[in-house]
């Protein structure tokens, strides 16, 4: 009974210290069947939210890589259900937020375009994507829709890439073997006077158009669109000495004009 109650104790604080020091792997954690990333080493300006769980894209260039990934385990993944059959179709749902957003009645005209591998996307709808009429075969709120949205759809590509959960800390040493595909997103055409935020979802289809994965809500992502520039407001010691330099000017002009 001692023995048992000693090897307890020793494993408890074995444990305790991996804990502590953070080297725990995710192994007994399942990897998300969807989920996007945005990787902070090739993306200056990127984070994780960890009150909204979600990456976010917030560098002074307009353009940056999100990464998608899925994993089904009748695929030959091992776990995972992204997708319905063998169509490896992904669908990315761009949300534009704003303070005026959430009204239908705006002229998606005004709101610009996003680019997403070279494609423009500047058709606007306001509701919940992908539109389905089925009874919950849209994605959730999840405090986002309705709103302005577009969807584009990519291919996953090939299978065999390595996939690792992207919540942070991101351990990518722990992996399965899924699909992964790199979109080049460019804000720069939106309209930074209305739009705030371009949200991202990632999601799959079943056959009738109604949704059938899509990414937790910790595993989403967004760009941070920077606010329309406005002229810089003078600081006190600037306006201070432009008006020593006006008060020399005149008095250098009553000069002359005394002189003549």
Known sequence: MKIKSRMFRHAAG???IVGLLGIMPKVALAIPSLQLYIDPDENIGTGYDTTTETWFYQGTNPQFKLDAFALDKNLGSGEGNAFQGTDTTGQLAIALRGPTLSDPGIDPTTLGSINIDGNVISTWKFGTPPGSAVPGGNLPPHGIFPTWYAVYSFDFGAFGAPVFDAIPPVQSLVTKPGWHDRLMINVAGLNNALVDTAHF????????????????FSHDAEARVPLASTPPVPEPAT??????GLVGFAFRR?????LA
């Open 201 to 216: 979802d990632v999601f799959t289809l079943k056959t009738d158009g109604s949704v059938f994965a899509f990414n937790p």
């Open 14 to 16: 074995f444990l305790a």
């Open 254 to 258: 009553k000069t002359k004009a005394n």
């Open 239 to 244: 306006l201070a000495l432009l008006g020593v």
